[in-house]
């Protein structure tokens, strides 16, 4: 991954999306990463590997349920605050 200044990337823009196209370019400011820049394909790939993740976990939650496979919604959300579920 290419990492660049938050100066170098405003001084060198162009360069600095000409490179997001091949990989992600992370930038820093005050030596911290603040951002990180990657091409339009790669956003729009990661979007579709979101929904598609979701679609799977909704799928299993009908599977979940029409099998009678169900939980206490008090003692689920216990489990999730004493992080359990992490």
Do not use: W
């Amino acid at each position: 991954m290419h990492a660049l200044s938050a100066n170098e990337a405003k001084t060198h823009f162009g360069d600095m999306l000409l490179k997001a196209q091949r990989s992600p370019v992370q930038i820093s400011k005050n030596g911290k990463p603040v951002a990180v820049v990657i091409s339009a394909d790669e956003y729009k790939s990661i979007e579709e590997l979101k929904l598609q993740m979701l679609q799977l976990r909704v799928a299993q939650a009908k599977a979940d349920i029409a099998a009678g496979k169900l939980a206490d919604g008090d003692a689920f959300f216990d489990e999730l605050e004493s992080g359990q579920h992490d």
